[in-house]
């Protein structure tokens, strides 16, 4: 039974330090409110859902994993950006000179502002992919491959932004 009483003891005492939380974030307890702005689609070869998509993903990700408030702007935390680079390449070649796989790489540059905590300010890019066999076209296989590249995505800026890792 102390056992138990110790574990909770702990929990709550890391909880109401108001640093920590149990979701990974490692918010100042000041910090109420965050901006997603429109990340505007930059890149040479456009699809025109992605800047919408990844802009919503974002927001839903603060909104789940956070307890900030959703501002369309003057939020204490600021995300904004632009997708630079939308492509596919050619992965493994065959004997043939073929591919066999190709992959699909999503690029952003992600400008970060912390109203209160200017120290934590960044500009920084972050790039995902996605392999696809070449016996598929982009069309028959792109909106699969673009929802796992903006989850991994996601992640990767919440976790820069506000879970310091």
């Known amino acids: 039974m102390r056992k138990y009483i110790f574990i909770?003891?702990?929990a709550l005492l890391a909880q109401s330090c108001g640093i920590y939380s149990f979701s990974g974030t490692s918010i100042q307890p000041d910090v109420k409110s965050i901006s997603v702005e429109r990340i505007e689609n930059k890149a040479m070869r456009v699809n025109p859902a992605l800047s919408n998509q990844l802009t919503e993903?974002?927001?839903e990700k603060y909104r789940k994993l956070t307890k900030l408030s959703?501002?369309?702007d003057g939020g204490d935390l600021?995300?904004?950006g632009e997708i630079t680079s939308y492509e596919t390449t050619a992965l493994a070649i065959t004997a043939n000179e073929v591919a066999s796989m190709n992959r699909l790489t999503i690029s952003v540059k992600i400008r970060y502002t912390n109203k209160k905590y200017p120290k934590e300010d960044f500009e920084r890019s972050f790039a995902e992919f996605e392999d696809y066999p070449s016996t598929s076209?982009?069309?028959a296989v792109e909106a699969q491959l673009v929802d796992a590249i903006?989850?991994?995505?996601?992640e990767?800026?919440?976790?820069?932004?506000?879970?310091?890792?």
């Open 156 to 165: 990767a800026i919440f976790n820069a932004t506000v879970a310091n890792w």
């Open 8 to 10: 909770a003891l702990v």
């Open 137 to 139: 076209s982009l069309d």
């Open 78 to 80: 600021i995300v904004e």
């Open 57 to 59: 993903a974002l927001k």
């Open 150 to 154: 903006l989850e991994k995505m996601t």
């Open 70 to 72: 959703i501002e369309p």
